[in-house]
């Protein structure tokens, strides 16, 4: 039998190319956003006779708008395309948006618009957020006009964007308008409102909008949870951020390292820094900002020698420290005392990884040097080592450490020259009224207190936070809105006698000068960590720690009184002011008066 020729012909054939439009697709997706491959694709399909393919231009188009270095080339590209249509617009616009090109993208939308051609819900998504990414809220008004002519105002990712325009615009009033007049709220939408209030101080805003969220059962992501613990950080409210942690367990969420850095920071500013070191050694993945912030939270408890030791371990094994790095680790030497450790951590910084310092550097130095008691080193270092005219923050640092080691005649030459570069500020009034108080030159406290008045200037209000049962309760002092206000200043008083029993003796150099030694204890008495202390005992059983946030520096006499009250109540008390934290047990700060 003979075989068959045409059938082994037929399988002999070779196999047809495919189109050229096809060849060109399939090497527009192995060129990926890579600009050198594109330009390659982008000449054969010129060679090949398909310039006029819109669809390839339009995905080269994408692609180049994604790719790094290359929005000129970009921008060649359109300005050859003839007729650009609606869909390659919007194309260029979300590609320059996502891509980090966020100017382009309101250009490439004004030319769209200049050309009469129409707009879609992704036109107005991409470029609200790349109005957003600019905080340029003005244009953001006009694309929001645009938005109601065109019809699509209560298009939900439309309001998603536009909620977080005016949230990170810092537009808050209009940012919670649109926010309440949506029908349909998506997680982007929750998350922008929450983030919003958070990254603008409301904190407490915030959590609110995150318990409102969580009782119409929806679900929150990784980043409601950042959100989230960064507002727990700044309100101290341990019990919440808990309860995020807990769910992050218990639910099998990634703890990535922008998760991980939050629960860092929040343990460690809500007074937890072994379950912040918990949370950082568990950590698979731990970058420079993972690494800064274990660090930064050891410094701000005092804890000096476990942030050097920690750098020392980043140095050998971890990633390279960058600027804030150094900066944490100089503060932590500071408030620790180490002036030697800080001198080498500075040279390090200066010989071994190249770094110029900068002015917040300066400022740790002038810190490190003042608070361990080296005046005259910390003066000279001014003179000699900080280019330029020094900033406040600068003379506000030696100005503490005049203060603290009760160099009035420096005190008062530093405080007056702040008050040349900065007259505005009123806390360096109120410095320097202490500094003549404490002097003795109770003449220039009252002028001191004269001027303030003329000039309209006002002491920053003292108010401090506790927290019971994940609700954070408010003080200030003499405050009397609270509901359990007569119960918490009998409470109050029965504690403070038992502190006076026990030795303590009021310091009525901490309150306003101009007031008489008996207002002054009166004034002392019911400070706001006072009230709140007073509250948190009320209200917690025997041996629970208290946990409380001042937004202000406190006060020698606050400080004194509760070492007192942690031995009268048997309880550890742990408070946070705008400096540092101190966890006062057993008659004794860890701060060990050195703040």
Not at 226 to 249: E, T
Request: aromatic share 8%; with cysteine; hydrophobic share 40%.
């Amino acid at each position: 039998m003979e075989p068959n020729l045409n059938h082994q012909q037929q399988q002999q054939q070779p196999l047809q190319s495919p189109p050229p439009h096809s060849q060109a697709h399939d090497a527009l997706l192995r060129a990926g956003p890579r600009l050198r491959p594109l330009q390659q694709v982008h000449s054969h399909i010129i060679i090949s006779g398909l310039s006029h393919s819109r669809s390839l231009l339009t995905k080269l188009l994408t692609l180049a708008c994604s790719a790094a270095a290359s929005i000129t080339y970009t921008h060649h590209l359109y300005l050859s395309i003839p007729n650009p249509d609606s869909f390659l617009f919007n194309s260029l616009i979300k590609a320059s948006s996502k891509s980090g090109f966020p100017f382009d993208a309101i250009r490439f939308y004004a030319r769209m618009r200049f050309l009469g051609l129409s707009q879609s819900n992704f036109t107005f998504t991409a470029v609200i957020k790349a109005c957003a990414d600019l905080s340029n809220l003005g244009y953001g008004r006009i694309v929001h006009s645009h938005v109601l002519v065109s019809g699509f105002g209560l298009d939900s990712f439309v309001e998603a964007a536009l909620v977080s325009l005016y949230a990170k615009s810092g537009d808050l009033v209009v940012a919670r308008k649109v926010f309440d007049g949506m029908s349909e709220r998506t997680i982007v939408a929750w998350n922008a409102m929450i983030s919003g209030y958070e990254q603008n101080g409301l904190a407490k805003n915030a959590v609110e909008v995150f318990r409102r969220m969580w009782d119409v059962g929806v679900e929150p992501d990784s980043a409601t949870l950042v959100s989230v613990l960064s507002g727990c950080s700044q309100l101290g409210s341990l019990g919440l951020g808990r309860w995020v942690h807990d769910y992050v367990v218990e639910n099998g969420l990634n703890v990535n390292v922008i998760l991980g850095t939050s629960l860092i920071n929040m343990y460690a500013r809500c007074g937890s820094v072994g379950r912040a070191r918990q949370v950082f050694d568990a950590m698979i993945e731990r970058n420079v900002v993972a690494w800064t912030a274990m660090i930064s939270g050891y410094g701000m408890h005092g804890y000096g020698i476990e942030a050097v030791n920690l750098f020392n371990q980043m140095i050998a094994h971890g990633p390279r420290p960058n600027d804030v790095t150094f900066v944490a680790v100089l503060s932590a030497c500071a408030h620790a005392g180490l002036h030697k450790d800080g001198s080498e951590v500075f040279q390090c910084m200066r010989e071994r990884y190249g770094m110029v310092p900068r002015m917040e550097h300066h400022v740790c130095m002038v810190d490190m040097f003042g608070r361990a008691g080296y005046l005259k080193e910390a003066m000279e270092y001014i003179e000699k080592s900080i280019p330029g005219s020094p900033p406040p923050a600068v003379w506000t640092a030696m100005l503490g450490a005049c203060k603290m080691h009760k160099n009035f005649d420096l005190g008062v030459q530093v405080a007056e020259h702040l008050l040349t570069i900065e007259p505005d500020n009123p806390g360096h009034y109120v410095l320097l009224s202490n500094i003549y108080a404490l002097a003795g030159r109770v003449d220039r406290v009252e002028l001191i207190r004269e001027l303030m008045i003329r000039q309209g200037l006002k002491k920053q209000v003292g108010y401090s936070v506790v927290e019971i049962d994940q609700t954070t309760h408010m003080f200030c002092m003499g405050n009397k809105k609270h509901p359990q206000t007569t119960e918490i200043y009998r409470y109050l008083d029965e504690l403070m006698l038992k502190c006076r029993e026990a030795g303590y003796e009021p310091e009525p150099d901490s309150v306003m000068h101009e007031l008489e030694e008996e207002e002054r204890e009166v004034a002392l008495k019911f400070h706001s960590e006072k009230l709140a202390v007073a509250f948190g005992m009320m209200n917690t059983s025997e041996g629970t720690k208290i946990r409380i946030a001042k937004n202000l520096r406190m006060c020698t006499d606050c400080h004194s009184a509760f070492k007192f009250i942690s031995v009268v109540s048997r309880r550890e008390i742990i408070v946070r002011d705008k400096h540092r934290f101190h966890h006062f047990k057993d008659g004794s700060c860890s701060c060990q008066d050195y703040w």
